[in-house]
Each structure stands twice: as C-alpha cells, then as structure tokens.
C-alpha cells in the first residue's frame, strides 16, 4: 500500500485531478477522530481500539489525537506497533491463544491485561512468569443471536468452565476480569444484556467479585444506507445492566471496538475494467479490499462517477461484479444494483471501508496495490 502526500478536499476532487488507475482508499481524519470522541463521550468505561480491524499508522495517530489511550492487540506485530507510536499506551492482549514465545514478548512490551478461555492457557501464563497482579479477564461464550456472525465457534469458555477459571485466576494471584465477544455487527442492545448477566451468574459463582468486565466489540457500523447503528442505545443499555446485574459492586467497564471505530472513516474508489453486458469488472475484488462482501454481504452505499466527476444516474440495474484477478472465485455474490449508464473508465464509490480492507489485502495475482489518500470530507456539501 502506498501513502500519497496530497491532500483534497473529497475523494471527487482526488480522482479529477490524480486520475488514478488503482484502487484508493481515502480517509477522512475529521470523521475517524469524531467516531472516537463518539466512544469516549458515550460508552461508560474505558475505550480501546481493536487493531485488527485496521492497523494503518495513520489510522492509530488519529486515534491518539483523539484521546484513545488503550489498545486491544491479538499479535505480537501489533504489540509492536502500537508500541513504537505510543509508548505509554494500555494494551490488552485478548488474543486467548499464545505460544510461549509471544507471551514472552507481550510481556516485555509492558502488556498487563490477558484473556484465557482454557485451562491451560491460563497455567501457561503463569508458567511463563506473568507477573502477580496483572489482569487476567477469563473470556465465555454464550448462543446469543443479534450479530452478523458468532465468534463463540472459536474462543469462550463454557458459563462453568469460566467460574471454575475464575476461581483458579484469583488463585494465582492475578486481577479477576471477565470477557465476551457478542458477535460482529450485532444491533441488538439485549446481546450485551445477557451477557452482562450472565457475568453476574459466574463471577457470584466462583465466589470472586470482578474487578473489570470487558464487554468485547462487535458494535455496528453503517453497512447499508437505510442503517442507523444504535450505539447510543448500545451504550445506555451496557450502563443499565451492568448496574441492575451488580448493583454497588459494579466493575469497571471496559470495551474494544474496531469496526464501528474506523468503518465510516474511509471510503474506496475502484475503477470499472471493462463491462459485458450485466457484467462489469473491477480493478479489486475478494482478495483485496472486498474480501468481507461475501462473508457479509455486498452494502449499497455505492456512487458511480464518470472520469470527468459526472455522477452516473441512470436507472438502477442488476449486475454481476467480478474482481481483476485470474480466479473465477473472485466476485461479488449475487447482483448489486448500478446505473445503467455506467460505463468503462468510470470509477465506482464505496463508503464504511475503514475497517478490514487494508488487513486481509493477499496481493494475489499481484493484484491488491491499495492507494491511501488523506481528504477533509468523504461527500460532497
């Protein structure tokens, strides 16, 4: 990926004057740092940014500037990054599996909060001399419907497996927490509900009073144009619970958001190829900056412009995207609508991509060469 120094005023102002036959990503400083003061100002504890959901060095300046503090990290790469921009920063490691090696890392970089969901990752903790008094949040799982998709498949302890970890961290000396995921792009605010009580059940069942509960990410970006995410009620809703469920011993609070952070902070322009009738082919697909559209669907906050900035207007019609590369596995499930009068040349717009288009980039087929570009505004006034 390659950073250009010029700075426009929107993405249309870039493309007039750039003319660029590569995909770009152009992030907005103005709305990622808005989005963060959006979390600081509402969520009731402490707010750490997931850097996988895009570990751009731009991306975490602006979340500094903004006020972020803490970091949710899952690799040593992470760690590493985070680190050499922001040397006092709190992170949590609440990747629950760690070889030793990169326990040995983490914690040389000053890491004092981990997740386990099993026995032994939490012996191995201790074994590899993670010290008295950090923070050791056991993460559980829960079959909570509400979100796009579940992480439970993979990580989260059973409700009595994680008492019976409790238990066992607070014997080891360590600072009782507890985790959850309740899934990506989860709307519904009872998610959290049930798992803030569910926290109850566990802590009061190891006999343990918590002193953190991180209440994980999964919170909504705008995917479609119809959508209104409603953190706020997200937000009173965590606040609520956690007050009802544990009343003057409530733990502090604290939460990891990636997606919601960063999606609404960039938008990407691709160039059409070619078109074929119904069929129109792109300069990315799946293996680039697309590679979530068929796991989560196709969004249809789409703009299509002419190379001279012309907005294309014509009627709304089916077509079938395919991606540039040699794979006829790279395209877009089902049809999405586009103008009629789209044409070659022309560049089609995509808004909410801040978030897992740069990280799961392959540079398949040599494909995957991402542009970034710094504007003020993402639309037009």
């Known amino acids: ?27 907005s400083p103005e709305t990622l740092q808005a989005t963060a003061r959006r979390f600081l100002d509402g969520f009731p504890g402490l707010v750490t940014y997931a850097v996988k959901a895009n570990p751009g060095e731009a991306v975490l300046g602006n979340l500094l500037a903004a006020g972020i503090r803490g970091f949710d990290v899952a690799s040593p790469a992470e760690i590493a990054l985070v680190r050499s921009l922001a040397p006092r920063a709190a992170l949590h490691y609440n990747n629950p599996v760690r070889s030793r090696a990169e326990i040995a890392m983490a914690g040389g970089h000053g890491v004092t909060s981990w997740s386990v969901d099993a026995p032994g990752e939490l012996e191995k903790l201790a074994a590899c001399g993670v010290q008295r008094g950090s923070e050791v949040a056991v993460r559980f799982a829960l079959p909570v419907s509400g979100a796009a998709y579940d992480f439970g498949a993979k990580f989260g302890a059973s409700p009595k497996l994680a008492a ?81 469920a544990f009343g003057g011993h409530a733990p502090a609070l604290v939460c990891e958001p990636g997606r919601a952070m960063v999606a609404e902070s960039v938008s990407l322009a691709l160039r059409v190829k070619a078109l074929r009738g119904a069929e129109v082919y792109l300069n990315d697909g799946i293996y680039g900056a697309l590679a979530e559209m068929p796991i989560m669907g196709m969004t249809d906050r789409l703009r299509v412009m002419a190379p001279d900035g012309t907005p ?32 070659e040349g022309d560049y089609l717009l995509i808004d909410g991509m801040g978030a897992y288009s740069t990280a799961t980039v392959t540079r398949f087929n040599g494909y995957g060469g991402l542009r970034m570009a710094t504007v003020q505004a993402l639309a037009e006034a």
């Open 1 to 27: 990926m390659t950073m250009t120094q010029a700075f426009h005023r929107t993405p249309r102002d870039y493309l007039l004057a750039e003319e660029p036959d590569d995909p770009v990503l152009f992030l």
């Open 164 to 244: 019976d970890l409790l238990a066992r961290v607070v014997k080891l000396g360590y600072r009782p927490a507890l985790t959850f995921h309740p899934g990506t792009q989860c709307i519904e605010p009872a998610a959290w509900t049930a798992y803030i009580d569910r926290a109850r059940d566990i802590a009061w069942a190891a006999g343990v009073t918590l002193e953190r509960l991180n209440v994980g990410g999964g919170f909504p970006a705008r995917r479609n144009t119809a959508d209104i995410p409603p953190l706020g009620a997200i937000f009173e809703g965590i606040a609520g619970a956690t007050c009802a």
């Open 312 to 343: 294309r207007s014509g009627a709304a019609t089916g077509r079938l995207i395919w991606g540039p590369t040699c794979d006829s596995l790279d395209r877009i499930p089902g049809t999405v609508l586009l103008p009629s009068d789209m044409a």
